[in-house]
């Protein structure tokens, strides 16, 4: 893991740019400069979408999200999306049930966790 901090804060709200924890999160676990992955709030709705392609083209990977429950076991890295104390939206990076990352920069993490992503290799046909 190659932490990666954001550099972009906000909800996005009033026209300003969305914060960029994502972008981060993913830069930490793919281990990549934060430049080289897309800041996909930016994309608005179709974020997700535009997210599997550059998975799919960058790593033949693709991004499982589901509903998060605390009786789950992940193994590996993956990432809660969730509200903060700040009452934001926000992404940090998990490994094996707990807190490796958090890319913005009071480290808090999450009070309340709604969903998991996983990142899986695509099926060979």
Request: net charge negative; hydrophobic share 40%; glycine share 8%.
């Amino acid at each position: 893991m190659k932490p990666v901090m954001q550099t972009i804060f906000g909800d996005g709200s009033n026209g300003d740019t969305p914060g960029n924890c994502l972008q981060a999160a993913l830069a930490t676990i793919f281990r990549i400069d934060l430049d080289t992955v897309p800041h996909f709030m930016e994309f608005g709705v179709d974020w997700f979408e535009q997210l599997q392609s550059w998975l799919r083209e960058s790593f033949d990977m693709y991004a499982l999200s589901f509903e998060y429950d605390d009786r789950l076991h992940v193994e590996g890295y993956y990432l809660l999306t969730g509200k903060t104390e700040r009452g934001l939206m926000h992404t940090v990076v998990y490994k094996d049930g707990k807190l490796m990352h958090d890319p913005h920069p009071d480290s808090n993490g999450l009070i309340a966790p709604e969903s998991c992503c996983v990142f899986v290799s695509r099926l060979i046909d």
